[in-house]
């Protein structure tokens, strides 16, 4: 006769622990300050490209959750003239008034935006 009684394992116990832990990570800090300057910042980008990041005309592009590296890189692409398609000369105009702080600062802004997990506002 095999007695099969369960024992209590804290090795098992522990990784359950942990995997949990690993499967639902607290969702990334916001960098509040980051956030605001940028949003001051882009101010002026937002009658074309909304103030939620969803543009306000057809040809305009949203820019509303979009990668921060990408959105860093057109900005520096505007500047040195790599991009000119379409309606690239809008841009361009805006982008020569950027500094590279204000670059990283407006598209950590627009890669925040929508993606906040409800610990932001953005409607103001
Ligand atoms: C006069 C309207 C206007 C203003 C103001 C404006 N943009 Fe744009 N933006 C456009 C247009 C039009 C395009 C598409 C240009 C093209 O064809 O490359 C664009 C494209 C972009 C893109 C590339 C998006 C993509 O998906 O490739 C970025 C990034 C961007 N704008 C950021 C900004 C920022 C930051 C500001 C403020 C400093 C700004 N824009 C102000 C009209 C505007």
């Given at each position: ?57 057809d ?5 509303r ?18 991009r ?41």
């Open positions: 006769m095999s007695l099969n009684i369960k024992k209590f394992n804290p090795i098992a116990t522990l990784s359950t622990l942990v995997m949990t832990l690993v499967m639902f990570p607290v969702s990334a800090e916001v960098n509040q300050e980051q956030f605001e300057l940028g949003k001051q910042k882009a101010k002026v980008c937002m009658t074309c490209h909304g103030a939620d990041g969803i543009s306000t005309q040809p305009y592009p949203n820019l959750g979009q990668k921060v590296g990408y959105l860093i890189s057109s900005l520096k692409d505007y500047q040195t003239r790599e000119t398609s379409g309606l690239a000369i809008l841009m361009q105009q805006q982008a020569d008034t950027l500094s590279d702080q204000d670059i990283r600062d407006i598209s950590y802004f627009y890669s925040v935006l929508g993606n906040e997990a409800g610990s932001l506002s953005d409607s103001n």
